[in-house]
């Protein structure tokens, strides 16, 4: 299929602004010493489902990272009571009811002897089930998530082969009893940094979502996005809600009911460090039609085989790649050659690893109805590239075990390039005593070195360094931010 230039009459659709009452103010009957986060609502907008973490009443007690509560409005919001069929002694919290309020998907997450478990459920009717999800694959211990008031979609913030920085927001599409393989919102919505606790207005137009990768008032600010056209990777830019929402603190989990007086959310703002719930009178006009006039627009397109596919580029210029790709799937091996553009076609969804010589192996998760590009790090001397999942226990050199597929990946690279000498840098965050961070960085330099070794590599053509916390690439300010500062990263020295 060929594209050429094109003439396109666009009729857009945009949505008035939030019109904000006055601030914020606490629900103090929902909030307790502990934190509260991930909000849901039940469609009658007279229960909430939220997440509340280290409380000594969760199922594992102050070590339990979150388990579900809940609470029902009268003439107020009732004491919320742990929602205990749906909670185990590792990580839970709420994604979402269903439009009858019969069931409720939620998020499992856990970790256990270094392997990182992420799954969705569902709850109906006293009986819980896994969801059967092809290719999905949470790299980090953040899930969160809302389901569309149609139950037609999941929004799911995750990290995973198509991730753009962090944790990005994914798409997934109900098909009877089945749902599709998380497909990414694309770069309107996903930034470098972190995209969390998502929220979808009942017509399925609006986004909200909560991010600290776009300027704001805080370390995460809460956003809207409009939906342009039928897809989900076409949106607006995103707009800040503004200081009725957003303040200097950390800011997520928005949501509401259709025609509700108030919106709800999350902030640590006036808290003692934790999450704490609050709402906010607002008005929304519903969607208007904008004029259709001076909204045509000459589309420039370039000729290409194929919109939908794999686009390789250089990372370091942008520029496509149109050598040999080859890319190892469920174990198949299959060789391609981009066209002009960078581009192979693909006709189904999956995930795949792919090598290009010259470049540093990446794992990328690819769709039919797409085009996902894959940004490739050319291996050259004095090029440094960033181990983004190689994960330590905290506070300490122990590698957890779901690092070991990239540390793979290093491995593969060094067996194919044998005159690549590289040289290993361990980062941590800011906090704690210098010396200390410095001396555990340098113990996780060398874990990760005896592990690359161990592989057949020869020990001499891997150096390593601990710098602690003196090269920060983000705000020590913040859990969300310091997470970016503990990271291995190698650099190409030879």
Known sequence: ????????????????????????????????????????????????????????????????????????????????????????????????YTSDGSAMIYNKVSTSGGALTSELWVYSHGQTKKLDIKYFKN??????????????????????????????????????????????????????????????????????????????????????????????????????????????????????????EYAYFVSIQHSDGYGDIRRVKFSLDSIIQAPLADTTKLIEVTEITSLDGIRFVNAKNSEPIIDEVILTTNGSVVNYFPDENGIIPVNSEGTAE????????????????????????????????????????????????????????????????PEIKILLKGHTDGNGDMLQNKKLSEARVQEVRRYISTKGINKKRIDGIGVGGEEPIASNETEATRKLNRRVEFEIVE
């Open 354 to 417: 792919v090598e290009i010589g010259g470049y540093f192996p990446i794992h990328v998760q690819y769709y039919a109805d797409s085009l996902v590009v894959a940004r490739m790090e050319p291996l050259e001397v004095g090029r440094t590239i960033q181990l983004e999942h190689v994960l330590f226990r905290r506070g300490t050199a122990d590698i957890i075990s779901s690092s070991f597929e990239e540390l793979d990946v290093v491995v593969k690279m060094m067996k194919h390039n």
């Open 1 to 96: 299929m060929k594209y050429l230039n094109a003439i396109l009459l666009m009729a857009t659709l945009s949505v008035s602004s939030q019109n904000f009452e006055g601030e914020s103010v606490l629900v103090h009957s929902l909030n307790s010493p502990y934190g509260e986060d991930f909000i849901a609502l039940h469609p009658s907008g007279k229960e909430m489902a939220f997440a509340r973490l280290n409380h000594p009443y969760n199922q594992g007690g102050n070590s339990d990272a979150g388990d579900i509560w809940r609470s029902q409005l009268d003439s107020g919001w009732s004491t919320p009571v742990n929602w205990h069929e749906l909670n185990t002694e590792n990580f839970s919290s709420p994604i979402g």
């Open 139 to 260: 790299k980090s211990t953040h899930q969160s998530g809302c389901l569309s008031a149609d139950n037609r979609y999941l929004i799911i913030s995750m990290e995973s082969g198509a991730t753009r920085g962090v944790e990005d927001l994914y798409i997934l599409i109900r098909n009877g009893d089945s749902w599709s393989a998380p497909k990414n919102l694309g770069p309107k919505i996903n930034t470098a940094f972190q995209e969390i606790s998502p929220f979808l207005s009942a017509d399925n137009r609006t986004l909200y979502f909560a991010t600290n990768g776009r300027e704001g008032e805080g370390s995460f600010d809460i956003f809207s996005s409009e939906r342009l056209g039928d897809g989900w990777r076409n949106w607006s830019t995103p707009k800040n809600l503004g200081s009725s929402v957003n303040t200097q603190g950390r800011e997520t989990s928005f949501a509401f009911e259709p025609e509700a």
